[in-house]
């Protein structure tokens, strides 16, 4: 008995030690095929992500580090391709939360640091941000583009004199860089209102930028925005008239800057030329189909741009853009179903606009004038020029709607944003004359006259309604008579009525 429990004791054991043994052995066979596997999926990340493949580099990526979660090298090239992908505030907070992960796990990694920086800013997080650029800075890490970034925080701060301080910084480390004097120029213009030194900010650019196409390009951009259509022609062509690139920016803005000025022979050689050197870009034949628009041949237009619109997997800017071409050319059937096709990755501005230009077709005031309110109204970070632009629809919509207080509070949001733009103080001034509200009708009025000699009819017509408010014998009509002569020849007659 007892030498046969002796040999069960024995033989226990015997079983147990190889069941150890095997299971050692599968345990070291697991993780090796899990490492293996693991170093599979991270080569495969980097192959991806050296093709072009961010969005596929990211999901591998994402695989390898649940199996290798303290990486830190992975977490950092992780955390760089979330952020380089993000586009919408969901895909902004992703990002951030991925970067700060990789700098927990690598403090003052400068890669990441820099990333940081933009993704913070645009969620709001100037405390965050600032403090990343403190640390670069205690790195001694500083260029031109985190001056720029600096400088776009003092600015969101409301402190133009310390974003120009930064933004000249900038300038200095990199003259030739056309996004830092462009928004060093829109500083100057916008909110220290000095329009001379914006110019020469421009021209010098031009100079230290010896004709490289993006240089060109931004100096078109910024003379075409304030309404300068020759010296926007003139950045962007030779002597002879011709582009002076093949490069398509380049030869759009020379395209816009012929139309801006009636040259529509010269745009639609530039346009032509756009369409030879770059089939696959629609927005010359957007371009050209513009002008057929402009000319009153709708038939011919919706022809140049129905094969782009029809094509499918369209990205959302290029949606957008043939989304108001076919808006322009009263084709609403079309652009509706562009406008469904942008999905939800794009800001809820976008669908909004284009469907308050729908309503607007339509003749639909009440359901445009809600959309562009709320476009204007839900928080959104609109391009400037856009966002003057809704504000004028927003203003005609409550004009038609008989809402005078409506349509002023929109034309004063307009001035608001471009406080030197001529033909939105003129709409003000209007809307101020509108509702009685006679001396600051004229106060506009005063301003716009200087500018633009067909307002001088108006700006009289004001100074007269406030005469016949006061007794005869304190009226004074010399400053009418005076604006009388100044009005173009067409309208004398018309701005003479009102002495009569």
């Given at each position: 008995m007892t030498a046969r429990k002796t040999l069960n004791v024995r033989f226990a054991a015997a079983v147990a030690a190889a069941t150890a043994a095997a299971a050692t052995a599968v345990h070291f066979v697991h993780a090796y095929q899990v490492q293996r596997g693991a170093q599979e999926l991270l080569a495969e990340s980097a192959r991806l992500a050296q093709a072009g493949e961010p969005a596929e580099a990211t999901e591998y990526l994402d695989r390898y580090l649940l199996l290798n979660r303290d990486d830190a090298?992975?977490?950092?090239?992780?955390?760089?391709?979330?952020?380089?992908?993000?586009k919408n505030p969901r895909q902004k907070e992703l990002a951030y939360q991925a970067l700060t992960e990789a700098l927990a796990r690598s403090p003052g990694r400068v890669e990441v640091l820099r990333a940081a920086v933009?993704?913070?800013?645009?969620?709001?997080?100037?405390?965050?941000?600032?403090?990343?650029?403190?640390?670069?800075?205690?790195?001694?890490?500083?260029?031109?583009?985190?001056?720029?970034?600096?400088?776009?925080?003092?600015?969101?701060?409301?402190?133009?004199?310390?974003?120009?301080?930064?933004?000249?910084?900038?300038?200095?480390?990199?003259?030739?860089?056309?996004?830092?004097?462009?928004?060093?120029?829109?500083?100057?213009?916008?909110?220290?209102?000095?329009?001379d030194l914006a110019d020469r900010e421009i021209d010098r650019l031009l100079r230290d930028g010896r004709g490289a196409p993006p240089v060109r390009l931004a100096a078109a951009q910024y003379f075409l925005r304030w309404g300068d259509a020759a010296k926007a022609e003139r950045a962007v062509t030779t002597p002879a008239?011709?582009?002076?690139?093949?490069?398509?920016?380049?030869?759009?803005?020379?395209?816009?800057?012929?139309?801006?000025?009636?040259?529509?022979?010269?745009?639609?050689?530039?346009?032509?030329?756009?369409?030879?050197?770059?089939?696959?870009?629609?927005?010359?034949?957007?371009?050209?189909?513009?002008?057929?628009?402009?000319?009153?041949?709708r038939e011919r237009a919706l022809a140049l741009v129905g094969p782009h619109a029809a094509a499918q997997n369209l990205p959302p800017e290029e949606l957008w853009r043939l989304g108001n071409l076919l808006i322009d050319a009263g084709d609403l059937g079309k652009a509706d179903d562009l406008i469904g096709r942008l999905g939800r990755d794009v800001p809820r501005w976008v669908p909004d606009y284009l469907r308050g230009r729908l309503a607007v077709g339509r003749q639909a005031w009440a359901e445009a004038r809600q959309l562009f309110a709320a476009v204007t109204g839900g928080g959104h970070e609109l391009p400037p020029e856009l966002a003057r632009q809704t504000y004028l629809l927003l203003?005609?919509?409550?004009?038609?709607?008989?809402?005078?207080?409506?349509?002023?509070?929109?034309?004063?949001?307009?001035?608001?944003?471009?406080?030197?733009?001529?033909?939105?103080?003129?709409?003000?001034?209007?809307?101020?004359?509108?509702?009685?509200?006679?001396?600051?009708?004229?106060?506009?009025?005063?301003?716009?006259?200087?500018?633009?000699?067909?307002?001088?009819?108006?700006?009289?017509?004001?100074?007269?309604?406030?005469?016949?408010?006061?007794?005869?014998?304190d009226r004074r009509w010399a400053e009418i008579e005076e604006l009388i002569d100044r009005a173009p020849p067409a309208r004398r007659p018309e701005a003479q009525l009102l002495l009569a």
């Open positions: 090298d992975a977490r950092t090239r992780y955390a760089l391709l979330v952020a380089g992908q993000s933009p993704v913070a800013a645009d969620l709001g997080l100037r405390r965050e941000a600032r403090g990343f650029l403190e640390e670069l800075r205690k790195a001694g890490v500083e260029d031109a583009g985190l001056m720029r970034h600096q400088a776009r925080l003092e600015l969101a701060e409301r402190k133009p004199d310390k974003a120009e301080e930064w933004y000249r910084k900038a300038v200095n480390a990199a003259p030739a860089d056309p996004e830092v004097s462009s928004e060093l120029a829109a500083v100057l213009r916008e909110h220290l209102h000095a329009p008239g011709d582009a002076a690139a093949d490069d398509a920016g380049v030869l759009l803005a020379a395209a816009e800057a012929a139309l801006a000025q009636n040259k529509t022979a010269a745009a639609r050689r530039h346009l032509d030329r756009g369409v030879a050197r770059h089939p696959r870009d629609s927005r010359f034949p957007s371009g050209l189909a513009r002008l057929e628009l402009r000319g009153g041949n203003a005609d919509c409550h004009g038609r709607l008989g809402n005078p207080d409506g349509q002023l509070a929109a034309y004063r949001r307009v001035t608001e944003l471009a406080p030197q733009w001529v033909p939105g103080r003129r709409l003000l001034g209007s809307a101020y004359a509108t509702l009685g509200r006679l001396n600051e009708a004229a106060q506009e009025y005063r301003i716009v006259a200087v500018a633009d000699p067909d307002a001088t009819v108006e700006f009289a017509r004001v100074l007269a309604r406030q005469a016949l408010r006061v007794p005869p014998a």
